[in-house]
């Protein structure tokens, strides 16, 4: 099958969703070509059990120790052997990848944190070959774009580290935050301060998406209130004459040649039948690991550019903390969780001879695997079920983030495995830089004081193993030459005149913020640039 199309975009996450949308509603002409389909929001119906609400995990045949068990978002995982990218181990790079319209937005709690001026400034810079090519000023429009597109919620706070933006009004606080931030008052300085989170969901009291507080966002929201491509923008375009997407297009390779169109190939995964799509102008949004290797599969080294294909290779260094505050113990308890997340903390730490930033949730919920029970095996049966009570009225947790540490060795490259589709997968090479283990420690120090002050003991540790806090970026950065990157400052590839790449893998340097809304805005950005260009 042969498609003609002025714009071809690969992917729907949060690069390729917001392009997709900003050329639809111009009037141009779309064609979205994604793997997978359009999740059924029935699988993040998430809702604990009545045993579970009302045993509080202990149940009959309840044996120790307690397993976490897999999370419903199991079924979107693209499993191994049948998982296109990579088959490296998880104890290598745990590489979490969708292979579903949303992509890793299907995976995420909404939180949306501007880039400061520092960023983009590269004042927090640990790599000369991974240098911002914009700044905040190029940006900020952007930003306050998107912003409205996926309501994000928020307050105005004047802090640089973390630009104010167009927010709607936040929900209030709970008891359980209030705990929180009235035991850590005392430690508020320029260098550390706690502020409501900026999340992209719902909160309108009209909406049919409003949010339902069940605050198990980061497990898939099934309300649809969390921003995600499908649930947000692909209902206002879908219908166009000017718009098509199509589901299940497993795209394989890509081609430019200089005056002609570039050439997608794809396998429709449900019959194997090939297509080909020719289009003016293509996007590459299919995530900073597996448009890397579309570039690797589909162009040799003489192609400006494809020097840097995969190197530098980032996530961001995080240490998660989960606890039980005991002052919240035989206290009346809301079942509203909102949106689970309602603080963050922020500021800059001590390192060696520097300051680094970072940025911290606190998160409260319900939990619905009972890992806790295995802290209290030793009680009697019977004090088991009281204290069990109070721990899961009193979970809360926090995760903490600071800026990654580029490296050169850091990379993907093309391995002699092949994927179901005869394409080659990809070699992992990743290990912690040693400045970011000393991020880490001074994180989890932080950590476990806030926690400690509210009443707060440290019942479990998450480990920041490569590639768990999911902010791939670097493998595509954007580049003043293309010794230095794979894409100029337009996001275009150095290696043809009509292809474009705009997804985390552009980002040059991981900030300690979330990457979601600089992605987003970056493909607002992208797309203003391509009407100009083209139309």
Known sequence: MKIQAKYCVIGTGAGGGIIAYKLAQSGEDVLVLNTGKIPDQNIFENELTPEQKSNFGIGKNTTFPIKGQADFTEELYAEVPEKSTTNIPPEIFLHFQIQHINGLQNLWNGTCLRYSEEDFANRHSHNENCRWQVSYEEMADHYSAVEKLALVVGSQDGLSQFPDGKFMPPKGLRDIDELFLNSNRHLENPDLVFFNNRKAIDLREYSMQKCVSCGRCVRGCRSGSVYKFSTHLYPQIKQLKNFRLFEYARVIKVESEPGQKAKVMAIDERNNAAMEVYADVVVISAGAIESARLLLN??????????????????????????????????????????????????KLKAKDTKFPFVAQFCSDFMKDPIYLNDINFLPRPLKKIVAKQIYSSTAALILWAPSVPRKENCLELSNDLDRYGQRQLNVLYERDPLELVFNKQLEKLGRKLLRNASGFVANRFLSLPGKGIHYSGTCRMGATPNQGVVDKNLKFYGADNIYICDGGVIPQLSEKHLTLTIMALAHRLGEHLIRRYS
């Open 298 to 347: 589909s162009f040799s080294l003489k192609y400006a550019g494809m020097g840097q294909v995969g190197k530098y290779l980032q996530d961001v260094p995080s240490v998660g903390l989960g606890t039980s505050l005991m002052k919240a113990w035989f206290k009346p308890v809301s079942a509203n969780r909102g949106y689970g997340d309602h603080v963050l903390v922020g500021g």
